[in-house]
Each structure stands twice: as C-alpha cells, then as structure tokens.
C-alpha cells in the first residue's frame, strides 16, 4: 500500500479522492460520513429554514445517553437504595451533581426543542408531499409525534427513579391519569406499577423503561425518521426550490439520482429527488454540512453545560406515600395537563366525568389524533410545501399557534399555583404549611 | 397501492414463466406446495403469538408484596375522641363516644393524600338534605378538591366523595380491624 500515509488515513481510509467527483465518491466510501449523502442542497442547509431544531434533538439525545450510562453505574433501582443513591451522585461522587445536572437539563431541553421542531415542521408546511415521486412526507410526521410521544415518556419515567417526594407524587398522579382510561385504565396501571401500589415493582418497571426499552424505541424511531427524510428528498425546501425552477423552466421535471453521485455503477439504489438541483445549488456534505453538524453540537453542548452549572438538579426528601407535599406539581411540560386534569371535572345531572378522563386522556388523546391525521386533511397546494407562514395556510397555521399558545397560558396558570392549589404571585410569598397532619 | 406488476415486453421467458407460476400458485386450487407454506406460515405465527402472550402475561405479577388490605390498627379505647390520621394506611378513623368509622385519606380525582383542616369555628352546611355542624374539612394539596367532614366533595375537580372503610371488632384481642376492600356508605357506624 502507499506510504506516507497518517494513521487517520490508514484508519479511516482506503482511497483518497482527487476530484470533486471522487469527493461524493469518498463520502459514501467513508465509514464515519456514509450515512449523509454525497452532495446537500445548500438550502436544507439554512439555518433560518430549519433551525436545526431536529438535529439539536439528536445531539441532546446523544448527550442523554452519555450522562445516562455514566448515571446507570451510580445509581440503584431499588426503593432502599435509590435515594441513597442519588444523594450519593449530588454530594459524594467526584462531578456526580454536573452529570446529573446535565442529564436533566439536556432532559427538559429535548422536551422543549422536540416540541419547537413539530412547530417548524407545521408551520412550513414540511408535512406535505412536494413534486417528487414516492414521497411519504405524512408518515414521517407521524413518526416524528411517536418520538414527541417517547420524548415525553422518557422524561416521565425518568422523573420516579431519585424516588424523593417530587418523584413519587409526579408518579402517583401520572399513574391515576393512567387509570381514567376507559375499560383497560386500571390493568395498564396494575401493569406500569407491577402492583396497586408505587413500590419496588413500580421502581425497576420505570427504570428498565427509562434506560432501555424508551431509548432503544427512539433509536428506532429516529433512524426510520431519518431515512424517511432521505427517500423523501431532503428537507421540504427542496420541493419549493423545484417549484420555483419549474416556473423559470419549461422543460419538465428530470429526475436525479441522490446515491448514483457517490456510486458511479449500477443503478440499484436510486432515489427520485424533487429539483433539478444545479450544481451551484448542491454542496458537498463533507465538509458544508459536517462543519454546521459540529457547530451546532457544540453550540447545544456548550449552553446546557452552561445550564447545568447553574441550575442545580433538585434533591427534594425521601419519597414518603403518607404525606403530600403541598402543592404537589408536575414539571413544566406536563402542567398544562395537570391544570386540565383540575379543570375538565364536568357534572352533568348526578353524573360526574372526572377530570382525570377529560383533561387527562381525552383532549390529549384527541390532540394527538389530530395532530396525526392532519396531514391528510391539509388540503393547500404543493406551492405551501417548505414556506414559512403561507397565505395559503394562514387559518390551520394560526388554529395551531392558538392551541400552543392555549396550553403556553395553562402552562403558567399552573406555575403561579401555590399550596391549596391557590393562586400566589411570583413575588407573593406562600403562607407558611405545616408539613404534617 | 400498486396492483400486480405487468411485465416489461422485454422480458425473458424464464421471467414470464416464474411470474405465471406465482400467480397459479396466488389463486387456484390448492396444491401441496402451498397447503405446507401456509401450514409452515400459521405454525410460525402461533409461535410467535405463544411467545408473546407468555412474555406479556408474564408482566402481571400473580403475588404482591404488598401491605394487606385487612390490618389491625388498635384497640378501640387507645383513640381519641375525634378524628385520628393513620399516616401508613392513608385512614381517617373516627371515634364518637362508643362508636367508631373510617374515611379514606386518598383523594378521589388523582390519588393525592387529603390533608384534615380544623374549621377556626364550626360551620353549618347542607348535605343533601340533611344539616350537619362541620368542625374539620378535608382538603387536597393536589388540585384543590375539598370535602366535607363526612367525605362529601363540595368543591375542585373531585368526582366523587372520599370512601369510607368498614370497620371491625377482632374477635381474638378486641382490636379494630379495617378492611381496605370493602366499602361501606356514609350512615355505618361500628359500636364498641
């Protein structure tokens, strides 16, 4: 073999492009960069289209991984030892707090940017097939609420596992919504907890979940997501890039194959892809996007580290089944829903619909259902697709920021609740509880 | 959906007959070959559901560890007069001179333990007909549900009054006996 050559290349390489077009060949060549495609429109690449919100996802993800595995050799799932555990991760363990402080504000910053990643996709109308073959845009959307879904479940089951006071009452409210569920309530709580009760079960169910079976389904999820992108011929942008050289074109619509620039034989594995991208249109992966991919990294790990320094991961007392804590909250993402759960108890005659159905089970159920079949009742044209804010899609668009906007205003209606669930200003202080009967 | 491919014109005659032996096998009679495919395929498919059914089944557990629902709590003359807060059991138990009953400290909308609020002054208020001097409330820290002194729910999202437990007398060393399964209605009274 050639000399001179450094042990990254002996590693990492078994030819070296000398050309643009052995370029796309290396990339699909490379083990560490075969994933992406040889050549990227420079648009999906915009941070003002995308905002990168799925990809700042992914590197929280990655980065819950890593302090999870580092928490899952400290931490005990059993109800004798976790909190002694936990107390031992903040106070004892050498940088044990920054872990976990990290592992939990990566945690309620993967809530937030999954979320804000649905509002980009809707608002640009990404959920829509463009002009290209073969796409299936609609189910990636709803691939994309089963992550929002397993995003949300892993910060719930995550939250019982310090077993203090927040966890186990978090626990036993979250489990009795369980129950409201009509006909199967009460077997998916007995099968969730392994019991009637929150107890040793309770605790290693939630953590199997939590370390294993949760992320395992996001790993899954994510990859499907991420190769329905691919089929589907980038980002949304590039069905509005076509549209609009099609107008300047007259010529229909040619179809270019995305893996052929990296695979010079065959065509076995091709995919349609919306544009005519022209060549000044399409960077090279390697190095346009990898650049923006690391940056990004960085910029996401950098401001949780910084969050992480300062706002330490709280450590409230033993769980304890016999006293409340007053008031007794859930955290900031599930607040609307407890604040829907106190509200929707509705009596009609002598019947009385309990709230934990209503708010809990119901109107979560239904946004969700309709979040999921949207995409197939969106009746605007192609020329909607990867636009941000379209006249064309003005109603469904401002019918989405309400109900955003809606559960924004429970949201705070349930942060200025105080003991007796009354309402205290942030600058009123909350009279004094006794903490036992 | 796409319907049966139709072959391209240029396609070779091994093709051809391939895809007229699939479409044989696809619609006529049955032959051996496909009676033992779907055979083989059923049996696969039992399996797996066996698996599955075993592993979900599994899940429930068919012993709990769990605290009994039937437990002593202590001889009738150890309690006060009023209201006494069995912080283990989630219990109120309740003693009027010789008479004694038990409400359930679990709220009714989400499970939160209700808190036992002594009124500054005795307050009169209607039940469903009836009047009754309140001296204590229960309140839920939870979501704001309150109830009456007999469980009754008057205010927040709970759907239903607190429950009350029927008690007993062991006969063994006179010890009252809670039975956590069994529910009884706001008149039961047990007399000492």
């Known amino acids: 073999m050639a000399t001179g050559r450094t042990l990254w290349e002996r590693i990492f390489w078994s030819w070296r492009p000398e050309s643009s077009r052995e370029a796309g060949d290396a990339i699909v060549r490379n083990f560490l960069l075969h994933w992406f495609p040889a050549k990227v429109l420079r648009e999906s690449l915009s941070f003002r289209y995308s905002l990168w919100l799925g990809t700042i996802a992914a590197v929280l993800f990655v980065l819950l991984t890593g302090t999870g595995v580092i928490l899952m050799f400290l931490y005990v799932p059993s109800v004798e030892r976790a909190y002694a555990s936990v107390k031992d991760i903040e106070y004892v363990v050498s940088f044990g707090w920054f872990v976990r402080s990290l592992h939990r504000i990566a945690a309620h910053a993967m809530v937030a940017v999954v979320f804000l990643h649905m509002m980009r996709v809707f608002l640009t109308g990404a959920y829509k097939n463009g002009v290209a073959a073969d796409q299936n845009r609609p189910l990636n959307w709803i691939i994309g609420i089963l992550l929002l879904l397993a995003t949300l479940l892993l910060s719930f089951t995550g939250y019982l596992l310090p077993w203090d006071q927040l966890a186990y009452w978090a626990i036993t409210v979250g489990t009795s919504i369980a129950t409201a569920a009509p006909w199967i309530g009460d077997d998916i709580r007995f099968v969730l907890l392994g019991g009637h009760e929150i107890a040793q079960n309770a605790l290693l169910r939630f953590y199997v979940l939590h370390c294993f079976v949760l992320p395992t389904a996001v790993l899954l999820l994510f990859s499907w997501h991420m190769w329905r992108v691919r089929k589907d011929g980038g980002l949304a942008c590039a069905d509005r890039l076509a549209r609009e050289h099609r107008r300047e074109w007259t010529t229909p619509i040619r179809s270019k194959t995305y893996s052929l620039l990296g695979i010079a034989r065959g065509r076995t594995v091709h995919v349609e892809v919306a544009a005519i991208h022209e060549e000044e249109q399409m960077v090279p992966a390697s190095p346009v996007l990898v650049r923006r991919l690391f940056l990004v990294a960085l910029g996401t790990i950098v401001a949780t580290s910084l969050l992480a320094l ?21 955290p900031w993402y599930f607040l609307w829903l407890q604040e829907l759960v106190a509200l929707t108890t509705v009596r009609i005659g002598t019947y009385t619909l309990n709230g934990a159905f209503v708010g809990g089970v119901l109107i979560p159920g239904l946004l969700i259902l309709w979040s999921a079949i949207w995409p197939y009742l969106d009746r605007s044209s192609t020329a909607s697709v990867g636009v941000w804010f379209p006249t064309e899609r003005r109603r469904q668009n401002l019918v989405f920021l309400l109900i955003v906007a809606g559960i924004l205003v429970l949201i705070v209606t349930g942060t200025l609740r105080g003991p007796y669930w009354e309402f205290y200003w942030p600058w009123e202080p909350w009279p004094e509880i006794p903490r036992r009967f | 959906m796409r319907k049966a491919k139709s072959l391209h014109p240029s396609a070779s005659p091994s093709e051809r007959s391939v895809a007229n032996s699939l479409e044989a096998e696809a619609g006529s009679a049955p032959t051996r070959r496909l009676f033992l495919k779907r055979m083989g395929l059923g049996a696969v498919l039992i399996g797996l559901f066996g698996h599955v059914l075993a592993w979900v089944r599994s899940l429930f557990p068919n012993v709990l560890y769990e605290e009994p629902r039937r437990i002593k709590i202590g001889r009738p ?112 009274r047990l007399t000492v």
Request: net charge negative; hydrophobic share 35%; aromatic share 10%.
């Open chain 1, 310 to 330: 300062m706002i330490r991961a709280p450590l409230e007392e033993p769980a304890n089944p016999s006293v409340t804590p007053n008031p007794a909250k859930a």
């Open chain 2, 77 to 188: 003359e150890d309690f006060a007069e009023g209201g006494t807060f069995l912080e283990e059991r989630r219990l109120f138990v309740f003693r009027e001179r010789n008479t004694f009953y038990a409400i359930s400290a679990t709220c009714t909308h989400l499970g939160c333990t209700v808190k036992m609020i002594h009124l500054p002054q005795p307050k009169r208020v209607q039940i469903g007909g009836r009047v009754r001097e309140e001296r204590y409330e229960f309140h839920c820290p939870c979501h704001g549900s309150k109830y009456y002194g007999d469980g009754t729910n008057y205010a927040g999202p709970a759907p239903r009054p607190l429950v009350w437990y029927k008690l007993e007398v062991a006969p063994e060393d006179g010890q009252l006996v809670v039975n956590l399964d069994e529910i009884v209605g706001q008149d039961f």
